[in-house]
């Protein structure tokens, strides 16, 4: 088993900054891809951004505000999120995708964390 355990949202003014992380811990030989979803109410969840092999990929809506990252040692993946805006608001989750120590490949999701982008 595989746990994931986000943090960094919160309320921000529009123009503002928030940082999320996501940390991996639990059976991981290896981490193929991590990366961020949103969703709003009634809408589905949709990809923001994804880090895999040395391969980055953005939403455009977000592209040239928002930077993902990872820390390969501490099984970590980051959101930095600039110029916030009030469409930014959703739940924010985060995703793995990990070699299990068994050999089994499986996709896990975070708890998410609410980002609320509002003056």
């Known amino acids: 088993q595989v746990q994931l355990v986000e943090s960094g949202g919160g309320l921000v003014q529009p123009g503002g900054s928030l940082r999320l992380s996501c940390a991996a811990s639990?059976?991981?030989?290896?981490?193929?891809?991590m990366g961020w979803y949103r969703q709003t109410p009634g809408k589905q969840r949709e990809l923001v951004a994804a880090?895999?092999?040395?391969?980055?990929n953005y939403a455009d809506s977000v592209k040239g505000r928002f930077t993902i990252s990872r820390d390969n040692a501490e099984k970590t993946v980051y959101l930095q999120m600039n110029s916030l805006k009030p469409e930014d608001t959703a739940v924010y989750y985060c995703n793995v995708v990990v070699l299990e120590l068994s050999g089994l490949i499986n996709n896990y999701w975070g708890q998410g964390t609410q980002v609320t982008v509002s003056s």
């Open positions: 880090i895999s092999s040395g391969t980055i």
């Open positions: 639990g059976s991981i030989s290896s981490i193929h891809a």
